[in-house]
């Protein structure tokens, strides 16, 4: 018996036909519907055994007065039009299989299955829970996760709308997975940990919102999600970032997809790699959702790799119906339509959904034709009589779809489903947000008022200014012409101003990476900063349209910006104002910060700010002394002192003062964007990186306080920024600190790979120097990238042993093993017993046979015996590879040393 039939013997119809006859009299079933009722009660017998779906997403104005006669939430059914939960097995049982996609060939999900790579473990582990709060905007993954749990029996899976709505669906006790489709203003989420009627209740919540904070990622930013530190009354189970899980997922996919459909190589890999992961997918739903699309496409028609565009249209299209009576719709291109609609409204909507009348209005604004319309015009043409334009055009529009009919064919095509009381959202985010940033890119090539609209919604700010750039930086100012072109001519329309905003703020940040801009914008941007920046005191304080401090457009990336502009107008300008410019570079103190994060275009913005601010630094001989604030001009600083404390004595030095700067902890700048910025101005200073990286390795020396300074303080801050750091400067300036790394008993990998050769050599020397080095669990992983050469002029060395260099005697064996067992036949006793004991299985059987030829020789002494016979007795207990040998060994040479148990 499946789920359809349940529903409706506990509504009291006796049969498909009756629940058929009572559906087909229900008032809300339109009068337009002609249909017989053994029809409608075949295709409910369909429905109840999971099949004709199409169908019913083609009629999918049944399914509201279906829920009514049933009494279930309309929101339930229309899920099961795209993964219906349960359907009857061959053997009458109900199966629990659960969909992994909405189309393509991928094996569904049993329970007796451990859930996909990329589900928080706490999710799994449902026994601890008490309070857990799992935050993901992945529609698939909490359904997945949901059925999975019921399926498996740890918890009761229910889906709800809002607090009140999941009350209702509570059993009485138990554990309860709690799916919260939309927010609600009025729940209080944080009151809901501690209510009464959950006391007896193991409760774990997935909802696409955070239960303290309204989290809405950018457009084109990632779906990156950070719990607040704060603590709550809730539990957060994160998941691991999709990039540290992709590999595992996509391989776990692979073996879920028929051998006949398997991809070639790495073709999948290639593709999902090339949509930026972390830029498309909410999570491991999302991703699964496009491996069933990538197998339902023929490797003819799949898009070029990186097409993202191409692929959002084609998931989108993927259910566009040929059978609907109404006039037929591309989907994809109303999904645009709504989104460009959404843009000029309420930019979160793409993520939480709307109400139905609201994307009918969408729909109203933003015409939607019919595919057939070019038809109907060919048939036109070759008639009789001739139609001038406009009737053409009324024609087209009647022959267009109605909003509610192509809004019916979304919901039929699993693209629009129900997340709230009368709430819908688009699906799947993350084909969805690729059309959403289509949708931005139209709407940017509108006028200045348009352009403003949108720049006066927080959210979309960085993504219109990210947008402006990339066609900047690409030669491309159309859209700077359009909307400065009135700049010069005084404004109150606050659309305007901000239009003004976010375009002369690309405008100048185009000026950090490009070697010249228009001088005619230039103009035109100074202008339209005069009217946006607000001065206090002759000081710039802020913006006339406010918007958040951490956006592109805050102010301290404005005062970057108008510096920026007026450098571009030429060195004379530069001399009349360099009091002011200069005094403007600590008011730009943060702006570096937030640049780093622009995607793609990062490093080179940070780099351009810093040659400006070498730009506005003072001569050489001038203080070198900088307020810790004035972070633009610091790595300028930096080269212009650097000599004059190389030259000065020792007592002049703690005059100078560039050690504060030269530590690099007193400032905001990260160190990733510090190096950038020394090795950006290199061209405007004298000295290379190399040379004043030699004097800053002798002035961090001189500090004293080693494990304040960069090279040792950022392996735990900023590995990537410590390894390039150690690639400067020479090995005896790094003599002090690789004594302070083995004191402190740690070989970092970000270290070992930017060693030298020489570098190696300095380090094997000092930890053979050393009576008894440790080293910590990181150190294998840096000891295998010892290069050869080195590793043969230690190799025979004495000092190595089997116990505190350990380590060593590892790398000897995994880079020149065969000079490894030369030295076990030929080499010192101590030593050949040290590399024999640290042998790896796939070498004992040749080290057996040279320590057998070894214990012939008088001059091992009876401590080494001892040593080897401990060794062989571990190999003869432990039965690995060569045992027999081992215990042949002892027998015959040592047993006047042990008498070993075997």
């Not at 790799?305 to 191409?310: E, N, P, S, T």
Request: hydrophobic share 45%.
């Amino acid at each position: 018996m499946g789920w359809l039939r349940q529903s409706w013997q506990r509504a009291g119809c006796g049969s498909a036909n009756e629940l058929a006859e009572l559906l087909l009299a229900h008032e809300d079933v339109p009068s337009s519907m002609s249909i017989k009722a053994s029809s409608l009660a075949n295709n409910l017998r369909s429905l109840d055994g999971g099949k004709r779906l199409g169908w019913w997403r083609r009629h999918h104005q049944l399914i509201e007065p279906l829920a009514s006669v049933l009494e279930r939430s309309p929101e339930e059914l229309d899920q099961l039009l795209v993964e219906p939960p349960k359907s009857e097995g061959p053997g009458g049982e109900e199966s629990t299989r659960i969909p992994l996609a909405a189309n393509g060939r991928l094996r569904s999900l049993e329970p007796s299955e451990p859930l996909p790579p990329g589900f928080p473990d706490l999710l799994q582990r449902a026994g601890r829970w008490r309070r857990t709060w799992w935050t993901t905007l992945d529609r698939r993954a909490r359904r997945i996760a949901g059925r999975w749990l019921e399926g498996r029996g740890l918890a009761r899976y229910v889906i709800a709308t809002s607090l009140a709505d999941a009350l209702a669906k509570m059993p009485v006790e138990g554990r309860v997975f709690l799916e919260l489709t939309t927010r609600v203003g009025a729940d209080d989420y944080s009151a809901f940990a501690n209510a009464a009627e959950l006391d007896c209740i193991q409760l774990c919540v997935a909802a696409p919102f955070h239960w303290r904070s309204r989290w809405a990622p950018a457009p084109g930013g990632p779906f990156i999600f950070r719990a607040p530190s704060e603590s709550g009354p809730w539990v957060e189970a994160d998941s691991a970032p999709l990039a540290e899980t992709i590999e595992p997922l996509l391989i776990w996919a692979v073996d879920r997809i028929p051998n006949a459909r398997r991809p070639k190589g790495d073709a999948l890999v290639a593709d999902v790699r090339a949509l930026d992961p972390m830029y498309t997918f909410t999570g491991p739903g999302d991703l699964l959702d496009f491996v069933g699309l990538w197998t339902a496409t023929p490797e003819r028609d799949r898009p070029t790799v990186g097409d993202r565009d191409a692929w959002a249209r084609r998931r989108l299209g993927a259910f566009n119906s040929h059978e609907s009576p109404q006039p037929r719709v591309e989907l994809d291109e109303v999904v645009g339509a709504l989104l460009r609609g959404v843009l000029s409204e309420d930019p979160e909507v793409w993520l939480y959904g709307q109400e139905r009348v609201k994307w009918r209005d969408y729909l109203k604004k933003e015409h939607v034709a019919s595919p057939d319309a070019p038809t109907l015009r060919e048939l036109l043409g070759s008639a009789d009589a001739e139609l001038d334009a406009d009737k053409i055009e009324l024609l087209r529009e009647a022959l267009a779809p109605s909003p509610d009919a192509a809004l019916d064919q979304l919901r039929g095509a699993g693209l629009l489903v129900l997340v709230g009381e009368g709430c819908e959202s688009l699906d799947p985010l993350w084909a969805v947000n690729l059309r959403y940033l289509e949708a931005l890119e139209q709407k940017l090539d509108g006028e200045a008022r348009e352009l403003g609209s949108l720049a006066l919604h927080e959210s979309l700010v960085d993504p219109i200014v990210e947008r402006l750039l990339a066609g900047f930086a690409n030669g491309d100012f159309r859209r700077a012409r359009r909307v400065l072109g009135d700049a010069k001519r005084m404004t109150t329309d606050g659309r305007v101003l901000a239009a003004y905003e976010v375009c002369t703020c690309a405008l100048g940040l185009a000026g950090l990476v490009l070697p010249e801009l228009p001088p005619d914008l230039v103009g035109l941007g100074l202008a339209a900063l005069r009217q946006t920046l607000i001065a206090i005191d002759g000081e710039p304080a802020g913006l006339v349209v406010p918007l958040a401090d951490d956006s592109l457009c805050s102010l301290p990336v404005f005062v970057l910006v108008a510096l920026t502009l007026e450098v571009a107008l030429g060195p004379e300008v530069e001399r009349e104002h360099s009091d002011e410019l200069s005094r403007l570079c600590t008011r730009a103190s943060g702006a570096i910060s937030r640049l780093i994060r622009v995607p793609v275009r990062g490093p080179q913005l940070v780099q351009g700010a810093f040659r400006l601010g070498a730009k506005l630094s003072p001569p050489l001989g001038e203080k070198s002394k900088v307020l810790a604030s004035d972070e633009l001009r610091l790595p300028m600083r930096l080269y212009n002192a650097a000599p004059a404390w190389r030259d000065a004595s020792k007592f002049a030095r703690l005059l100078i003062g560039i050690e504060q700067q030269a530590r690099c902890s007193t400032l905001s700048l990260s160190p990733s964007a510090l190096l950038l910025g020394i090795e950006a101005v290199s061209a405007h200073a004298v000295g290379t990186p190399g040379s004043l990286f030699e004097i800053l390795w002798k002035l961090w020396e001189f500090t004293g306080d080693l494990d304040e300074t960069p090279p040792l303080r950022w392996i735990e801050e900023s590995p990537r920024a410590a390894e390039r750091v150690w690639r400067y400067g020479s090995t005896d300036r790094h003599r002090p600190f690789l004594l302070a790394l083995l004191e402190r008993h740690e070989f970092p990998l970000c270290v070992a790979r930017a060693f030298s050769a020489e570098d190696w050599r300095m380090w094997l020397t000092l930890i053979l120097d050393e009576e008894s080095p440790r080293l910590s669990p990181q150190a294998p992983s840096s000891w295998d990238l010892l290069p050869r050469a080195v590793a043969s002029d230690f190799v025979a060395n004495v000092q190595i042993d089997d116990f505190s260099r350990s380590e060593i005697a590892d790398a000897m064996w995994k880079i020149i093993p065969d000079l490894v067992v030369a030295q076990i036949e030929s080499g010192p006793t101590t030593l050949a017993t040290a590399y024999a004991r640290r042998a790896p299985d796939a070498a004992l059987k040749s080290v057996l046979s040279a320590i057998a030829a070894r214990l012939k020789e008088d001059a091992i002494d009876v401590k080494e015996r001892e040593r080897i016979a401990f060794w062989l007795e571990n190999i003869a207990k432990g039965r690995r590879p060569g045992w027999r040998s081992a215990v042949k060994l002892l027998r015959q040479r040592l047993t006047n040393l042990r008498n070993p148990l075997v």
